[in-house]
């Protein structure tokens, strides 16, 4: 039976980026100090958010996104929708229909959450997991990471390339920084920042802060048995589950809001339709006696 885990933090699904018709333009200026093999050029947040999102609009298009009716979709909605502002990013949300447990976010605010996940795990908990994965982008990690991709690629080509009217960042170039965002892995201290900005988005918002520790015990049970020298693999340098899990708890006691978690019922279904019954109504006959 095929294994299927979850990485906070971590996006090691492997996504094909095949040929892409459209080509983000980041200027000549930027390209032109590329060539010239200059590293110190200015790269903003903006052009990430560019770069991101037309690697996650690729995305969307090789994987079956739930529609806006879809049980699924509705219960993100639900759970998550309402919060659609960050600081200096706005958020979108999709499902991805597909069983792997996952779920990640992308430089531009992007956030795709996948159905293996959402079957798994609680509101509460999917809460928690999604927070944390916004956190890399409110920390920047999501922006460090595509930024220093493009660095890579683009020097990798221009250095071969003879080219000095090279204006936009080719189709291949970009299905190369896709696939390095993707591989790429945040270190431990960005882990526990991303972390701790979930347990604080709970606890702002009224939420369960158990539930953060709760998500690290279910992922720390998969890794376990014949899953275990997987997770190690890919968790090398990153604290492991478990760990996090304890620091959750250790968390939620210095507040004292520590109680043990009790996962709540896991609704994937569209909410039953209210039916309405009519009253019969009877009208009442009047008759008029004669006199």
Do not use: C, W
């Amino acid at each position: 039976m095929k294994k299927k885990f979850i990485v906070l933090g971590v996006l090691f699904a492997t996504f094909g980026f095949t040929k892409m018709n459209a080509q983000i333009n980041f200027g000549d200026k930027a390209i032109g100090a590329v060539q010239k093999g200059i590293t110190g050029f200015t790269f903003s947040n903006a052009d990430a958010a560019a770069l991101s999102k037309a690697a996650v609009d690729k995305m969307d298009t090789e994987h079956e996104v739930a529609s806006a009716t879809d049980p699924y979709t509705l219960r993100l909605n639900r759970v998550f929708g309402k919060y659609t502002a960050g600081d200096g990013f706005t958020l979108n949300y999709k499902v991805y229909k597909l069983k792997e447990v996952n779920a990640f976010a992308t430089a531009d605010g992007s956030v795709r959450v996948y159905t293996g996940l959402m079957d798994i795990m609680d509101d509460n908990e999917l809460l928690a997991v999604i927070g944390h994965e916004i956190g890399h982008v409110a920390n920047h990690d999501s922006q460090d990471a595509i930024k220093a991709a493009y660095k890579k690629e683009a020097l990798m080509d221009a250095a071969a390339s003879q080219s000095t009217t090279i204006a936009t960042v080719t189709d291949s170039q970009l299905g190369k920084i896709g696939s390095a965002i993707i591989d790429s892995k945040f270190s431990r201290k960005q882990e526990a920042q991303a972390d701790l900005y979930s347990y604080n988005f709970l606890k702002k918002n009224g939420y369960d802060v158990n539930a953060e520790e709760s998500a690290f015990r279910i992922l720390a049970k998969m890794s376990e048995g014949t899953e275990a020298s997987f997770i190690d693999q890919m968790m090398s340098s990153h604290p492991d589950s478990k760990q996090r899990a304890e620091d959750a708890k250790k968390r939620a006691e210095k507040d004292g809001l520590y109680k043990p978690y009790v996962q709540q019922k896991i609704v994937n279904t569209a909410p039953a339709a209210k039916t309405t019954t009519k009253k019969a109504t009877t009208t009442k006959k009047t008759t008029t006696k004669k006199k």
